[in-house]
């Protein structure tokens, strides 16, 4: 085990570069799945287009198209998080600390608020 591990107190900082990753594998699973599943389903024609409608819309469906939201949102937040650290510039622990706290508190946000807008649209 890297003695690294042992010495760094878990943080914010560290849950956002983790999750990261894990959106970034999750998007590309499963949003390349649903993805690919959508256009073989529009190439295939009207009844097997139906059919990942049907799919689509099914409510528990909503944790997937959910959960990807919120990956996409995640994910985005921490790569730009990141490219301001390329730079140079974040580093500074009370700083690092806040920004990985609102990219967690932002794609959250971002998720309700998307979701808000998409289900009221629909129920309006």
Do not use: C
């Amino acid at each position: 085990m890297s003695p690294h591990l042992t010495i760094w107190k878990w943080g914010p900082h560290m849950a956002v570069s983790i999750l990261s990753r894990i959106t970034g594998v999750g998007l590309a699973l499963v949003g390349m799945a649903m993805f690919t599943w959508w256009l073989a389903a529009l190439a295939s024609g009207p009844v097997a287009y139906q059919t990942f409608l049907d799919w689509a819309g099914w409510p528990w469906m909503l944790v997937v198209w959910i959960g990807l939201t919120w990956a996409a949102f995640q994910h985005t937040l921490s790569g730009l998080r990141h490219l301001v650290l390329d730079i140079g510039a974040g580093y500074e622990l009370k700083r690092n600390k806040f920004w990985a706290i609102m990219v967690l508190a932002g794609a959250l946000a971002l998720t309700g608020l998307v979701w808000a807008l998409i289900l009221f649209r629909n129920f309006a």
